[in-house]
């Protein structure tokens, strides 16, 4: 089949400025010229069908028949070179590191904020920010046990970190089912490329999780909102590799500050919750008194330090937006490293410099919300029409604080099926980092892309896709 | 393992059973009803109505018993709770809560019974090509059975599925031997093929057929049937072979201090396995599957006390 090469000035994955195919993409461009168009469609009905039967299925709500959709899965591959990861690894390892010293910092001795590297209000009055966890022993100093760096590439050929996830980061299991769907259904491309594994991702997790108490022998749970969830797929999946009980609010209760579950032999005492439940809803005494999600005491039992958390409460400060400029100067810091992974330049509308510069040059930034996630309530500068530029700056004038503004980036783009043939799309990647006795990855992450054309959001909630992500071994190919 | 697993586990194997069981009582009685005479036909088939006891709700939203209205209440209709269709997705809302505890080829056996019955809801099933169902039906069952037995692990989640599956399954067999030995007693003196058509037909619902063939012969005798539905151990779907799973995965799960569910099926399982057709003959047979049926019951709400219920 052909491929349809990139608008000049963007970067591509697959070609270079002149059109030449890059090297580490070189089996996989071979593959596609020489691939047949029926067999290529054939083979995507075939996935589509696979991913039905498995169940990887997003719910809707609302919807009667169908409830379930499936997140379009993307046949070709997005490829990274050996040395590029070789860096991405390094980088992300260190930033992961920078977050946890600074989430333990501003819970005991606040030291980068009376070094004066950020300021006492950018933290404490932070909405994320819980008193409630000050103080409180961690094993290992551990907060953020899983997180996932959202990343991008932009024209410079520059990895930049777009967003730090150090919540609940959904998707690991997209990249596990991606690649198993690419083996299955082209088993022959991995014989000649030399793929990385991911597989191995639910061990490393587990011995993350494990790592997280310092009992000799934890028993670990997974703890999810319920079957409705729109990544309820993905916690079946990973209690399920991983051998844990996958349990909702209602199998637990807590008895003397110590957690339990229901079991049909009697209480069983739990001691590390992988929750992918948000911490306002963990514990209706101590968060929202609406949370059917989650356990009653819970949050008692955590502060005795009869529970592990992972992730922990109250890490949502370090991955704000508003939070986010400072990371390099963290890794600065608690690391006295430079920072290898670059952040995009970000300036903050709270600061009068910054926001002159901001309402002067509107059309050609992109305004965030400094508390938003999803890819909602922004402003793309480039894209918007005069009534929606003049409407920022209003909102930008009233509450300057609410706001950060980025230069426009645009992310690299990929090969990619589409309805006219193979042409590029845009994409971003999140790796996933796993913080126990040692920080340790998988060679990969989950590739999302925007199948419109042109488009830039890659949010599955808003029509973006997956890809199949290959880390290569060596880059002699 | 956890009692709300425990619990899915059990309703998702007592759900696949019954939409196994509702083909083939289905099956039968449209076949059967081919072959009776026209004034019987409305009778036999509402037998698949009286075992699982929808008549009202079967007249309330059809009215006339003929097979296609049959077919589609048992099998399509998503207003009744106990059609295939909404049993089958019955079973796989409870397997996608304990996906955590099935095997990827199980989950993948529940998952495609409901795709495709989503499918076949979508081009409906006729008098004629509804045999083809029927056979979908028992085939996705060998399947999910055939996954299930071929991997996954012998632990607590094997055992509280197939007690599910016994439960059920004893609770069937007591059923439809009830409702056609009424039936075939009924029609006996007036009419012997039509009994005799009663027996073959029941033994035909609980794929008890040949086995009958082979243990007595081609003479059918309503107390051997009964006989060889109740007493015989080597029958699958006779109380006997039930009864005695139930006892034997009762002792495989662990337990704790709960012994009461134990105790009765062990006592329902004594009466059965030191009984003889005299004593069922003495009793009476109806007395003595509406004895049985109180008794099994009682023993499934007894399990869910013991190890699903949760009181902290």
Excluded at chain 1, 247 to 275: C, S, W
Aim: net charge negative; charged share 25%.
């Amino acid at each position: 089949m052909l491929i349809k090469t990139p608008e000049e000035g963007l970067y591509d994955e697959l070609f270079d400025l002149n059109n030449r195919v890059r090297p580490h993409y070189r089996t996989l461009e071979n593959w596609l010229i020489n691939s047949d168009e029926d067999l290529i469609a054939e083979k995507r009905r075939e996935a589509n069908v696979l991913f039905q039967r498995l169940g990887i299925t997003f719910n809707v709500y609302g919807q009667d028949e169908g409830t379930d959709r499936l997140i379009p899965f993307d046949l070709i591959p997005r490829v990274i070179s050996a040395s590029d990861w070789q860096k991405l690894q390094s980088g992300l390892r260190q930033r992961v590191n920078a977050l946890n010293r600074f989430l333990h910092d501003i819970y005991h001795n606040f030291d980068i904020v009376r070094a004066g590297v950020i300021n006492a209000e950018q933290v404490f009055a932070n909405p994320q920010y819980q008193p409630g966890m000050q103080n409180l022993k961690l094993p290992r100093n551990l907060y953020s046990h899983i997180a996932g760096i959202d990343l991008i590439r932009n024209n410079d050929g520059d990895f930049y970190v777009l967003e730090d996830n150090l919540r609940c980061p959904s998707g690991v299991s997209y990249m596990l089912e991606n690649r198993r769907m690419m083996m299955r259904l082209f088993p022959e491309l991995f014989a000649e490329a030399p793929v990385a594994p991911v597989d191995h991702y639910p061990a490393l997790l587990g011995e993350t999780l494990r790592a997280a108490s310092l009992k000799p022998n934890p028993t670990v749970v997974i703890l999810t909102p319920g079957r409705f969830n729109s990544a309820y797929f993905e916690h079946a999946f990973l209690a399920r590799q991983m051998g844990v009980e996958l349990v909702e609010g209602a199998d637990l209760f807590v008895r003397k500050n110590k957690v339990f579950m229901k079991t049909t032999i009697g209480p069983q005492q739990v001691d590390v919750i992988y929750r992918r439940i948000d911490d306002d809803f963990l514990d209706p005494l101590a968060g929202n008194p609406q949370s059917m999600l989650g356990v009653p005491g819970l949050y008692g039992a955590y502060r005795s330090g009869n529970v592990v958390l992972a992730n922990a409460m109250g890490t949502g400060v370090a991955d704000d937006k508003s939070i986010y400029p400072y990371v390099p100067d963290m890794i600065r810091f608690y690391l006295n490293e430079e920072p290898i992974l670059k952040n995009v330049p970000t300036w903050q509308c709270r600061l009068p410099k910054d926001l002159k510069y901001v309402l002067e040059h509107l059309p050609e930034l992109v305004v965030k919300e400094a508390q938003g996630a999803g890819g909602y309530g922004m402003l793309i500068g480039p894209r918007a029409s005069k009534k929606e530029i003049s409407h920022f700056r209003d909102l930008l004038k009233a509450k300057p604080h609410h706001y950060i503004a980025q230069p426009t980036l645009s992310l690299s783009t990929c090969p990619t099926f589409v309805d006219e043939g193979i042409a590029p799309r845009h994409l971003d990647l999140r790796p996933f980092v796993l913080s126990g006795k040692k920080v340790q990855m998988v060679p990969g992450g989950l590739t999302r892309v925007a199948l419109k054309e042109g488009s830039l959001v890659v949010n599955s909630s808003q029509g973006g896709g997956t890809k199949d992500t290959w880390v290569l071994e060596d880059d002699l190919c | 393992m956890l009692s709300r697993d425990a619990a899915s586990l059990f309703w998702m194997a007592r759900y696949l059973e019954r939409a196994e069981s509702q083909a083939r009582l289905l099956d039968i009685s449209l076949t059967m009803a081919l072959i009776d005479v026209p004034e019987d036909r409305e009778e036999q088939l509402s037998v698949p109505l009286l075992v699982t006891g929808t008549a009202e709700e079967f007249k309330e939203l059809y009215g006339d018993v003929t097979p296609q209205n049959l077919i589609d209440f048992m099998l399509l209709d998503d207003r009744h709770p106990a059609s295939v269709f909404n049993i089958i997705q019955s079973a796989r809302d409870n397997a996608l809560h304990v996906r955590g505890n099935l095997s990827a080829d199980v989950w993948d056996s529940i998952n495609l019974s409901y795709i495709e019955m989503k499918e076949l809801r979508k081009t409906g099933v006729t008098e004629s090509n509804a045999s083809q169902i029927f056979d979908w039906t028992r085939a996705r069952s060998h399947i999910f059975r055939g996954a299930a037995y071929g991997t996954l692990l012998r632990t607590d989640a094997f055992h509280f599925m197939r007690l599910g599956t016994f439960i059920e399954r004893a609770d069937t067999t007591a059923r439809v031997l009830d409702i056609r030995h009424k039936m075939a007693s009924a029609s006996q003196d007036e009419h012997a093929t039509r009994s005799f058509f009663e027996w073959t037909a029941l033994l035909h619902s609980l794929a008890a057929f040949e086995a009958y063939q082979q243990i007595y012969g081609h003479n059918i005798l309503p107390l051997n049937v009964a006989e060889l539905l109740i007493l015989e151990l080597d029958v699958p779907r006779s109380l006997h072979a039930c009864l005695h799973e139930i006892v034997a995965l009762l002792e495989l799960v662990e337990s704790g201090d709960a012994r009461k569910a134990r105790r009765m099926a062990n006592s329902l399982y004594a009466n059965i396995h030191f009984g003889d057709r005299d004593y069922i003959a003495e009793r009476g047979l109806h007395e003595y599957l509406t004895d049985f049926l109180e008794r099994i019951q009682a023993i499934s709400g007894q399990i869910q006390k013991d190890y699903m219920g949760w009181q902290v």
